[in-house]
């Protein structure tokens, strides 16, 4: 993701790269009173049940203002955890039967069966999130299959003027995440499923991600999804303007975001704004020393737009900046150091004449990670029993001398340790203890994790280990954790109540070792495991470390 590169980034221009998105149609797909019938997911439940604010909404809304006299009639069937199969299965059922999905008192046979004049598909995110396909060119074309038969079924059933087929939204906000990397081969399936059907394509994935791009350019923690799948406001409104302009219809999709602009971007009297991409620098994870590139983005008022700006990266002790100044309205930085606090502190500080502008960037210490195929032991018919799952290599990985060593899984070999660190892009955002494993790999059922970091402490001294899971979907997986040679825990920390759970826990003098294991069977697979003192201890001294210390 890269900021804008205009030197001022004016509000006035911040948008002109929307009319670009492209479109496989120059001219209007919509025709007045048109029946537009949408199938999907969740994501399309939610724009259906949303009213004004939903994404089918706003595309309502577009067609109104742009084209009053059109009377098209919107009608939106999603289903909560249907992938591309699941919607097979939908319209053979309803083809006999009534089916209430999502959308209160909207009947799938009855929609259907009442034909459309341009039907709507948007399916994928659970083929990715359950996940339905593995990431391998053999299942992304077995899904392309399963979705050109569904097109036909589609078709031959509502016998539409045009179909039109929705790009898969984002999930997670990191583009080249392992899950959007797949996602990216099965938008291109779409691609070449569109030119064989005559089909139109929506880029409803591009608009969500430029539209996250520009948001970003004048706020670090600007998003477009509301849990890393589902579209929070600002996401409604890309889809909506993603879908808008494949149809089209640019002049709805144009009159929406001037209406919405307050939603992404800010007024000129909240001006400047100072945001910033943190991203890390690839390298081993016996590496130390962490190296990251910080790109900032300066936006002044109109009326300071010509004051040069020079911009100040501060560093914590032991850390490096090159350069330490710099001057414009973007840049990068170049720092580096030991991620060996909790959070470790840079501070951006913008001063252009007499406006100055600060931001802070919370850098959370590492994790070391390895993610290989495990056997699933422990699972029986979606219970999890932890006796089951316990594993020689569970024993060997207890010592610190097997952690500097690549770890050989029961079901897939020999896996590599990777150094991990939460991000805004992800679930957990960048809570220092979350772990997210779709910023690692591409996960599919039964994989099976493994994860440890060092913690110093001046003293022997009680903590809590405070257990949380912020997925929205992820109670079949399961954990174990263990501080020094304790188990702390074993179990599914997403069926605990409220997703949580407080352990006792003690920590040496010296180091101490934190390790879990984690087995995924199906949905996200995002955990968090975060030390508290007991009252009157800060754990101020704590340090942290993802290589084995001496």
Partial sequence: MNFCNSPTFLLATLFAAWSVLDSAHAETIVHENDRIVFCGDSITGQ??????????????????????????????LGGSGATVGAWQIFEK???????????????????????ADIIVIMLGMNDLTSPGVKDAPADFDAWAVRYHDLIEAL?????????ALATITPY???????????????????????????????????????????????????????????????????????????????????????????????????????????????????????????????????????TPVTVIASVPEGWKAAPSRLTGSTGDFQVSGPLDRLVNNVTLIATAG???????????????????????????????????????????????????????????????????????????????????MAAITFYTYNDLAYGVRW???????????????????????????????????????????GHKKTVDGKLHHGWNRLLFKSTFIQWQWQFSIDLAGKPGDDLADIRYATVNPP
Avoid at 380 to 408: C, F, M, R, W
């Fill in 93 to 115: 059922k309803s083809r006999d039967n009534p089916a209430i999905l999502d959308v209160p008192g909207v009947d799938v046979k009855a929609t259907l069966d009442g034909g």
């Fill in 455 to 497: 913690i110093y402490s001046d003293k022997e001294r009680p903590v809590d280990v405070i257990l949380g899971s912020q997925a929205m979907a992820g109670k079949m997986f399961a954990e174990s954790i263990r501080l020094n040679d304790d188990v702390l825990y074993e179990g599914r920390i997403g069926a605990e109540p």
């Fill in 172 to 306: 997670t906000e990191d583009n080249h995440s392992p899950k959007n990397r797949v996602e990216g081969e099965l938008n291109n399936r779409l691609m070449e499923l569109a030119k064989k059907e005559h089909a139109v394509i929506l880029p409803t994935h591009e608009a969500m991600m430029e539209l996250l791009e520009a948001g970003r350019g004048f706020r670090p923690d600007f998003h477009v999804t509301a849990d890393f799948v589902h579209p929070n406001n600002v996401g409604h409104l890309a889809i909506a303007v993603g879908m808008l302009r494949g149809m089209g219809e640019s002049v709805a999709a144009e009159r929406l975001l001037d209406k919405y602009s307050k939603i992404f971007r800010p007024a000129t009297a909240d001006l400047p704004a100072l945001s910033y991409e943190l991203s890390v620098q690839e390298a081993s994870p016996d590496e130390s020393c962490r190296r990251f590139t910080i790109h900032y983005q300066w936006t002044p008022p109109v009326s300071s737009a010509a």
């Fill in 47 to 76: 724009g259906g049940r949303g009213g004004s604010t939903g994404w089918v909404g706003l595309i309502k809304e577009g067609l109104a203002i742009s084209r009053p006299t059109g009377g098209q009639t919107l009608i939106a």
């Fill in 354 to 436: 007499d406006l100055k502008q600060q931001a802070e960037i919370h850098i959370p210490a590492g994790w070391r990670v390895a993610v290989g195929k495990g056997l699933g032991l422990g699972w029986t018919k979606g219970d999890y029993d932890p006796n089951k799952d316990h594993l020689p290599l569970d024993q060997e990985l207890s010592q610190d001398e097997a952690l500097v060593k690549p770890v050989i899984f029961p079901a897939s070999g020999t896996r590599p340790w990777q150094h991990y660190i939460a991000s805004l892009n992800f679930t957990g955002h960048e809570k220092p203890g979350s772990v997210d």
């Fill in 155 to 163: 078709k031959a059933r509502v016998h539409p003027r045009v179909v």
